[in-house]
């Protein structure tokens, strides 16, 4: 094992803080007793303020991937038509899970550098008179390539053509990291994971609900027992669950509400983007180009950078994880060895980006990969910069 701590920077799963660590390091109780009803109710209450969201959100001991499949089956019937837009690697799988459970897919192709594009997705609707669309599923945050899709556009489009399409999206590299607000951009549902911006480990995922979703999910046919939502609702009203919960993740899940309430959502995200800028300023000294190519829509839980052509990306990564022990994202379908993808999302400050940073530089250059030799430089000058103008302030 190499001493210090390895540098996990993947975008998800992401670094567990300590305090996350002692939180689940407890002995498991009875999750039909009078303990676990306190624990409970304060979850799935926090939970909400984590979403932006007055109404219920179902919490699954699954992966991202159960959530996608829950949010699909309990609100579409077999054979019923649903947009997606192909903005990555991401939005392709939940294609393929869609299209396995018996629905039929209209799949608007995208070219992996930008989010969904919400004209594309008014046309589509426009069009769509007799209103066979059931739903229109977008991701937030396109992991695979650092780039966002516009919630409230694809919502505006949506209205504006008078569509009665139901809005999934899918927020699992985006919540608690990039703002996200279920209710006020009437989103009907929004699929989440534990181990990205909510700093866990992997195990939980969350279905965000609305009005319009619940009425929907008493007339929907697709076959779900396991994932059934009216199954949960009963349960979780007082606290409880229909099947063994995750007990000790919930014990996480409560110490993450609570740091992320301590600093204020409005700071975390503010501290994402803080260190997405630094991470682009690092590249363009480089001379790297960043994916995605519209800057509206930069993420800021992660930065997608481009590989100069005939150098491989893999081998950047393994020089890295062997030389520095981090670990970068890969490039992700026909991604795959073009890209490198550093995630500088959940528990993460300024210093733990300087160093993921000078361990790309260090490793561009032990890769033998063409690059100027400014990026850290020019991160260090943006951190500094931001750190200034509180310091006036506070004079
Ligand atoms: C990680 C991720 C998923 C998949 O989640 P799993 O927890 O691996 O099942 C889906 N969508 C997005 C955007 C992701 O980042």
Redesign the pocket.
Known sequence: MPAGRHFLQI??PTNVPDRILRAIDRPTIDHRGPEFEALGKEVLGGIRRIFKTRHPVVIYP?????A?EAALVNVLSPGDKVLMYESGH?AS??CKLARRLGLEIDLIPGDWRRGAEAAAIHERLAADKGHVIKAVCV?????STGATTRVPLVRKAIDDAGHPALLLV?????LASIDYRHDEWGVDVT?G?S??GLMLP?GL?FNALSDKALAANKAAKLPRSYWDWGEMLGPNDKGFFPYTPATNLLYGLREAIAMLEEEGLDSVFARHDRHAEATRRAAAAWGLEVLCAVPEEYSSSLTALLMPAGHDADRLRAAILERFDMSLGMGLGKLAGKVFRIGHLGDFNDLTLMGTLAGVEMGLEIAGVPHRKDGVRAAMEYLASCARPAAAKAA
């Open positions: 975008p998800g699954a992966s991202g991937t159960g996608w991401f799988l939940w991701v937030h945050n396109e992991t899918d927020t699992i590299s985006s699929v994971g181990q990205k992997p995922s």
